[in-house]
Each structure stands twice: as C-alpha cells, then as structure tokens.
C-alpha cells in the first residue's frame, strides 16, 4: 500500500489533565502516515484521484487546536477519525507528541494506528 505522510505538523492547544496544562495552550506534535492506494494519481496526475494533505492537515491541526482533550490518547484517536473520513484512506498512523511535558525529554507522546473498521 502507498503512503502519504504528514510529518512535525504543529498545533497549539489545551491538553492535559493537570489544572495548570488546561490553563493555556501548549504546543502538540503531530505526525500523520495514510495508507492510500495513489496509482491512480501517479498515472493521471489529477489531485482529484489522491487525497489532499493539505486537506487532512489543516482538519488536524484546527481539531487539535479547538478539542481540549484530556489525554493525548483521545486526540490522537479523534485524528485518526478524520484521516479516515478521507475518501480514500485505509488506514491511518498518528502520533501525537507535548513537547517538553516531562522533565529532561525532548517529547512524550502515543502513537497509534487505526483503520476504517475501528469506527464502523
């Protein structure tokens, strides 16, 4: 299966269980592989037999920025949701990473991966 992959997307948003990370926003890694069949697309070299990035990039980003989600479990799982709500899309791989939310770290996030079964 072809991929297409979103990579260091930034968001800024409310995230976090503690009262201070719900206070204001913080920044929210993401990273975003789709499983797409792009034969298609690579023969016609018509944008409308692919699926747009730029499309499931800024859906990701506003969510991420707008859902205040608790835990980065949830929001990665809401993003897994819209990728697959691409026409298209079987599967999607997301990670979600807060940088610097725990002392000497560069980043603490999940990943995970998800396909259109897991919301039928």
């Keep these: 299966m072809d991929k297409i992959i979103i990579r260091d997307l930034i968001a800024r948003g409310i ?23 792009l034969r298609q697309a690579g023969k016609s070299d018509d944008i409308r037999d692919s699926v747009s990035y730029r499309t499931i990039a800024k859906r990701a980003q506003t969510h991420a920025e707008t859902a205040g989600r608790l835990t980065v479990e949830a929001l990665a799982n809401d993003l897994a949701r819209i990728c697959l709500e691409e026409p298209g899309v079987q599967r999607a791989l997301v990670r979600v990473e807060k940088p610097g939310a725990v002392r000497f770290t560069r980043s603490v996030g999940v990943e995970i991966e998800r396909g259109r079964e897991d919301f039928a």
């Design 15 to 37: 995230i976090g269980i503690n009262d201070w990370e719900r206070e204001k926003p913080q920044e929210i890694l993401i990273n975003i592989e789709l499983q797409v069949n």
